[in-house]
């Protein structure tokens, strides 16, 4: 259970420490929290009890349900604090505006984030296919020198990317284009040395479309939702799923990026493509 969800049921005096659904994200001065066994009464002194002890936290929504649909969005109800979903999140030394209820962002995936930025290199043509409101692209831009390309389907995150683009100096080296992923070889015939794909959800069927304007040698970080009940067995599984998927000669090491359920693992494989 984390810290700040185990403090705020101490503190509030509602107890049940024991209760293994409960998780909290901290997005800039929003705190999103999972607490689905207590009643409504609980959740709300729970949250005005985490708002208390947390002084940069000014808003808390309970999430209902997991992360859904095609813009892989929160279910979110108001708990305490602010009625805003509007924020600020600053990570790896960039801000990033922010709606928590509009558009996908986790924080837990700085540390994955800041890895790929720093494999990209200094000119290097990096497409992202799934951009969000930036957080692997403006990265990659700033820390690397990169050029990046950033598609995304949801006009409010696109908006976002740009204004974020602005607020981290890095509109020069960025582009965002609004529209489907699965369209980019009609959109344009640009080719890239490095390819973003995060939607682990969904990825294995964007593979062709990345295939498609991949330079030969190119790089693909591919995030996926494997089954697996460990590490293990998550990586045999995407072991499986790439062999049918990559072209011949393309070469692949995969780590876990995190846990995302009692029986799935989100895996990355970092793919080479033969030159
Ligand atoms: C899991 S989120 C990741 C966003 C971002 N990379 C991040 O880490 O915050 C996936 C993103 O892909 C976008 N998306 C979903 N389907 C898409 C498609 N067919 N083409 C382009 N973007 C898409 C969603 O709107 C969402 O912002």
Same mark, same amino acid.
């Given at each position: 259970?984390?810290?700040?969800?185990?403090?705020?049921?101490?503190?509030?005096?509602?107890?049940?420490?024991?209760?293994?659904?409960?998780?909290?994200?901290?997005?800039?001065?929003?705190?999103?929290?999972?607490?689905?066994?207590?009643?409504?009464?609980?959740?709300?002194?729970?949250?005005?009890?985490?708002?208390?002890?947390? *002084?940069? +936290?000014?808003?808390?929504?309970?999430?209902?349900?997991?992360?859904?649909?095609?813009?892989?969005?929160?279910?979110?109800?108001?708990?305490?604090?602010?009625?805003?979903?509007?924020?600020?999140?600053?990570?790896?030394?960039?801000?990033?505006?922010?709606? +928590?209820?509009?558009?996908?962002?986790?924080?837990?995936?700085?540390?994955?984030?800041?890895?790929?930025?720093?494999?990209?290199?200094?000119?290097?043509?990096?497409?992202?296919?799934? #951009?969000?409101?930036? =957080?692997?692209?403006? =990265?990659?831009?700033?820390?690397?020198?990169?050029?990046?390309?950033?598609?995304?389907?949801?006009?409010?995150?696109?908006?976002?990317?740009?204004?974020?683009?602005?607020?981290?100096?890095?509109?020069?080296?960025?582009?965002?284009?609004?529209?489907?992923?699965?369209?980019?070889?009609?959109?344009?015939?640009?080719?890239?040395?490095?390819?973003?794909?995060?939607?682990?959800?969904?990825?294995?069927?964007?593979? =062709?479309?990345?295939?498609?304007?991949?330079?030969?040698?190119?790089?693909?970080?591919?995030?996926?939702?494997?089954?697996?009940?460990?590490?293990?067995? #998550?990586? #045999?599984?995407?072991?499986?799923?790439?062999?049918?998927?990559?072209?011949?000669?393309?070469?692949?090491?995969?780590?876990?990026?995190?846990?995302?359920? =009692?029986?799935?693992?989100?895996?990355?494989?970092?793919? *080479?493509?033969?030159?």
């Amino acid at each position: 259970m984390p810290r700040l969800i185990r403090e705020a049921l101490e503190s509030s005096g509602v107890g049940g420490q024991d209760r293994v659904s409960t998780g909290v994200d901290v997005v800039g001065d929003i705190a999103i929290v999972r607490l689905a066994s207590f009643g409504t009464r609980e959740k709300r002194r729970i949250a005005a009890s985490l708002m208390e002890r947390t *002084k940069n +936290v000014r808003a808390v929504f309970e999430q209902e349900g997991g992360i859904e649909g095609e813009l892989r969005l929160r279910r979110l109800r108001h708990l305490a604090g602010e009625k805003r979903t509007a924020t600020v999140h600053r990570e790896n030394g960039c801000a990033y505006r922010v709606d +928590v209820a509009g558009c996908y962002f986790s924080p837990r995936l700085a540390t994955e984030r800041l890895r790929v930025a720093r494999l990209a290199g200094p000119g290097e043509r990096v497409l992202n296919m799934f #951009a969000g409101v930036g =957080p692997f692209s403006i =990265p990659a831009a700033r820390l690397s020198g990169s050029r990046v390309t950033s598609w995304e389907i949801s006009p409010l995150a696109c908006g976002l990317h740009e204004e974020n683009d602005k607020l981290n100096r890095v509109g020069r080296l960025v582009k965002v284009v609004e529209g489907d992923a699965s369209e980019l070889s009609e959109a344009s015939n640009a080719r890239y040395d490095r390819i973003l794909m995060p939607l682990p959800s969904r990825s294995n069927e964007f593979l =062709p479309a990345a295939l498609g304007v991949a330079d030969k040698g190119a790089t693909l970080h591919y995030y996926r939702h494997v089954l697996g009940r460990d590490e293990a067995e #998550a990586e #045999a599984n995407l072991a499986e799923e790439l062999a049918e998927l990559l072209p011949r000669g393309a070469k692949y090491a995969a780590r876990r990026v995190r846990f995302v359920g =009692p029986r799935w693992v989100e895996m990355v494989a970092d793919v *080479k493509l033969a030159g």
